[in-house]
């Protein structure tokens, strides 16, 4: 939790089942304030959550305005009406049971109070991949139970006003071998990495133009209130 002196605020961090895995980023073009870095997908593991546990914690502890606690969204353990701010960045789609967890954020939220949540689209990486190599029976296994095509019309159930905002974003790559390199590299997606490798290459580089291969990304917010 974060003490802020006339404003509480609860910071429900989201972890994300992604870790940047190199800064050597010689083949892809980084657009709209992306950090430099290939982010690989793979299932957070409990060594992970606990790294980032103490992590945090550790480095809280330095703010005596900031009181630390890990909760379960699904079942928050405080006052109704306790915060002004409930921040979820990118981890309601992991949560089992969304509902619950949008109606405790409700209650615990005090009146005029925001709810910000960030997620993912329906139409990135995932997808786009998906489509490239169709023709070979890949299928995307992306998770879409809290999604920005989806989300607004969960929220509306708790909340009166639901605000959609979008990132701009995008990835040029042009080494073909480093979305390769990154498609290996999944847990998921277990079709499109049974493929050899040359048959990915010659994919990809088709699909490139003038050298050149442009992977949409589609992540945003919700503002809720």
Excluded at 29 to 51: D, W, Y
């Amino acid at each position: 939790m974060l003490g802020i002196p006339g404003m509480a605020i609860s910071v429900v961090f989201g972890i994300q089942d992604k870790h940047v895995v190199s800064n050597q980023h010689n083949g892809i073009r980084f657009k709209r304030g992306v950090s430099p870095g290939l982010a690989i997908e793979q299932p957070a593991c409990m060594r992970e959550i606990r790294f980032l546990v103490v992590f945090s914690e550790g480095t809280l502890k330095q703010y005596s305005t900031i009181e630390y606690a890990v909760v379960d969204i699904q079942h928050i353990p405080y006052a109704d009406q306790s915060f002004d701010m409930i921040i979820a960045n990118m981890m309601l789609y992991h949560v089992p049971d969304i509902p619950r967890a949008l109606s405790e954020v409700r209650r615990v939220l005090r009146k005029g109070g925001t709810f910000c949540c960030a997620t993912y689209g329906e139409n990135g990486i995932m997808e786009y991949l998906a489509g490239l190599f169709q023709e070979y029976g890949v299928t995307e296994e992306a998770n879409h139970t809290f999604t920005l095509q989806n989300g607004k019309k969960q929220l509306q159930a708790y909340f009166d006003a639901v605000e959609r905002y979008d990132y701009e974003d995008s990835l040029e790559v042009t080494d073909v071998n480093d979305l390769a390199d990154y498609i290996f590299s999944l847990t998921g997606m277990s079709s499109l990495r049974a493929l050899p490798r040359e048959t990915i290459i010659k994919v990809l580089n088709a699909a490139s133009v003038d050298g050149v291969l442009k992977v949409p990304k589609e992540y945003g917010l919700f503002l809720s209130h």
